[in-house]
């Protein structure tokens, strides 16, 4: 018996059809204009949710933990009360895909007995902010297809991109420099983006 040295191009069986069809559903049915902070708030959320482990097809309207554990973000269906003996980690709050192709993160209470969960989420606006710390356009660094993410997250990213471009072209601020972006968000989206939604 011999083995086929060629490896599946398309291990998932992800065909054209299921493929596109998938695309169309992650394009946003609405785009509203946004103020500098709910554009860049929307994004930071989006972003951490997308960097998420997860092996599903997230649904709009349906609510989903994200859980931190040693360094890495899990994006899961089942509640923090549900998992039994088997410990998740800890659990930053709920989240839900909404018809933008943005996410919306609603915080647990107790987050701020959670020290670990804390740092790596500083860690994350830290970085984010550092991020927006340039005279590039807003253009140049909005989420899009990038071929190193899992399927899905490849999805959701590039109907986020379309989101993000959508709001920022109907506000004039595609081609504005992320510092001035920044500036006009106000003093206050640090500690917003560490409190979520």
Not at 97 to 116: C, F, H, N, V, Y
Not at 130 to 154: I, M, T
């Amino acid at each position: 018996m011999s083995r086929n040295p060629h490896k599946n191009p398309n291990p998932q069986g992800k065909g054209l059809v299921p493929v596109l069809a998938h695309w169309s559903e992650t394009r946003p049915s609405t785009v509203n204009a946004k103020a500098p902070a709910e554009l860049l708030f929307d994004w930071f959320a989006s972003v951490l949710v997308l960097s998420a482990k997860f092996q599903f097809k997230p649904a709009l309207g349906t609510v989903y933990y994200l859980y931190a554990r040693s360094g890495d973000w899990q994006l899961s269906l089942v509640g923090p009360g549900e998992w039994g003996e088997r410990e998740m980690g800890d659990c930053l709050g709920t989240c839900e895909l909404r018809q933008d192709m943005t996410w919306s993160i609603a915080p647990d209470e107790g987050i701020a007995e959670k020290p670990q969960l804390q740092k790596s989420l500083t860690e994350l606006v830290d970085a984010f902010m550092a991020s927006l710390q340039s005279d590039d356009a807003l253009e140049d660094h909005l989420p899009g297809y990038r071929r190193e993410l899992p399927y899905y997250q490849r999805m959701l990213a590039t109907g986020l991109g379309a989101s993000l471009r959508g709001s920022a072209t109907a506000t004039d601020s595609l081609q504005a420099p992320l510092r001035v972006l920044l500036e006009n968000a106000g003093a206050e989206l640090p500690q917003r983006l560490l409190q979520a939604d």
